[in-house]
Nanobody
Framework: VQLVESGGGMVQPGGSLRLSCAAS????????MSWVRQAPGKGPEWVSD????????YYLDSVKGRFTISRDNAKNTLYLQMNSLKPEDTALYYC??????????WGQGTQVTVSS
């Protein structure tokens, strides 16, 4: 199993970024997937989930209406579109595979920094 995130960077408040996660080594379409973030000095924080099948989505309250999770099963890729970014969104963002409610594999993370 390999998960490789990309798309992070530094943006000003109010800006946008689109994160991608390329998955390999497993049947991507068969698994729910998550985005999880970790800010400096804090523990991991779940951000969003997308299910397999009907692609239902779930979000942390503080990102609802600003972030959109999606997946392209043909490309084995998970996305996170982040709009109206705030300084408190600054974190290392990980994609993770879900198995029975637990994240069993994680990528290496991509850094998002929101600062003026």
């Amino acid at each position: 199993v390999q998960l490789v995130e990309s798309g992070g960077g530094m943006v000003q408040p109010g800006g946008s970024l689109r994160l991608s996660c390329a998955a390999s080594g497993f049947t991507f379409s068969s698994y729910d997937m998550s985005w999880v973030r970790q800010a400096p000095g804090k523990g991991p924080e779940w951000v969003s989930d997308i299910t397999t099948g009907d692609g239902s989505t779930y979000y942390l309250d503080s990102v609802k209406g600003r972030f959109t999770i999606s997946r392209d099963n043909a490309k084995n890729t998970l996305y996170l579109q982040m709009n109206s970014l705030k300084p408190e969104d600054t974190a290392l963002y990980y994609c993770a595979r879900d198995l029975a409610g637990q994240n069993d594999y994680w990528g290496q993370g991509t850094q998002v920094t929101v600062s003026s």
